[in-house]
């Protein structure tokens, strides 16, 4: 289906004040620095403060994405919130932050595709573009995961962090025009990653709270493996999608450093073709890619690749996955 052309107007993320390293988690769990930098790659991750939400760290993203993009919040005809922990589950977080950054004119709505999330929303608002419905649309991937992080838990608890990233989608476009996306989803993987309380199955009562059932759970060997093979594939699906383009970036979503190093061996690309920040934020699901595209665009990591294919590329839980790729 032809349409329009569209792409990225304006780009904005947000991350909390506080710090938690992973010498602070040594005193929380049996851990230690050491381990879990070997394991994950991570140094440090940032924790929103008491009374702090997941739609606050999105009206700060958004508001940064508004003013990049030079475009009044009236202009936007959609606002779309990727996230796994959404400020309640009703209503949708999306419809305050839209109310909040004064975007009157637009239709809003929340999506949960695990860490896949804002990838799956960057497809949604393709899908709208592309025919014509809408010209502006803001999407926002967003999460508290310190709000369900076992901290009992080491081998959970070290990977997790918040923050919130936005773009705004445009017809009318400065950079990264959208040329192909995909989703996909195997429910035969639903038990790899999963919060046990708290939604219609299992409502959450005093006797589950007491014992941390809505905490997350993740099976870590089983998720290295299908996200290393997976990041292979959905790159180099990009690049059979778009022949003629130069492969000049990888931004992945930010789940482990060794994942990350070995889909990056297998595919033969030099470090400089990948951009990680997991060393400073940890896995932040739905935030974790448009928090790095936004600040591997503000670092200048982008910079000479004008012309180039860039792949965003994204797998969680559900087990779901998916890609964009874009001219940069």
């Known amino acids: 289906m032809t349409g329009p052309a569209f792409g990225l107007r304006g780009t904005g ?38 009374g ?10 958004a508001r940064r994405a508004l003013q990049d993009a030079r475009l009044e919040p009236q202009a936007v005809d959609l606002v779309i919130v990727g ?6 589950h009703v209503p949708a977080t999306s419809c305050l932050v839209a109310h909040e950054l004064g975007c009157t004119r637009a239709a809003a709505f929340d999506f949960q595709a695990g860490c896949t999330g804002f990838v799956y929303g960057m497809h949604i608002a393709a899908s709208f573009l592309r025919a014509g419905t809408y010209t502006n649309v803001l999407v926002i991937g967003a999460e508290c995961l310190s709000r369900i992080t076992n901290y009992r838990d080491r081998s959970s608890c ?9 773009v705004v989608l445009s017809t009318d476009f400065r950079f990264g025009e959208v040329l192909t996306s995909s989703i ?39 998720v290295y493996k299908f ?10 699906a990009e690049q059979a999608a778009n022949p003629d383009l130069v492969l000049g970036a990888v931004i992945p979503h930010q789940m482990n450093q060794r994942i990350i190093e070995a889909a990056r061996e297998r595919l033969e690309l030099p470090e400089d073709r990948i951009y990680v920040n997991i060393q400073r934020y940890g896995n932040t699901s739905s935030a974790s890619i448009p928090l ?7 670092t200048g990591f982008l910079a000479g690749r004008e012309g180039q294919l860039v792949v965003l590329c994204a797998f969680g839980a559900g087990l779901t996955w998916g890609s964009v790729g874009l001219r940069w």
């Open 13 to 50: 993320s947000c991350v909390p004040d506080r710090v938690l390293d992973n010498h602070e988690l040594e005193r929380l769990v049996d851990t230690s620095d050491e381990w879990i930098v070997q394991r994950t790659g991570i140094r440090e991750r940032r924790i929103v403060a008491e």
């Open 52 to 61: 702090q939400s997941t739609s606050d760290l999105c009206l700060v993203a």
């Open 83 to 88: 996230t796994v922990t959404p400020d309640m």
């Open 158 to 166: 070290i990977l997790f962090g918040d923050a919130a990233g936005a």
């Open 184 to 222: 996909g989803a195997d429910g035969s993987g639903y038990g790899v990653m999963y919060q046990a309380a708290g939604g219609a199955r299992t409502p959450l009562t005093a006797e589950l709270l007491a014992q941390e059932a809505h905490r997350l759970v993740i099976r870590g060997r089983e």
């Open 227 to 236: 996200a290393t093979n997976k990041m292979v594939d959905l790159v180099r």
């Open 292 to 298: 790095a595209l936004d600040e591997a665009r503000r």
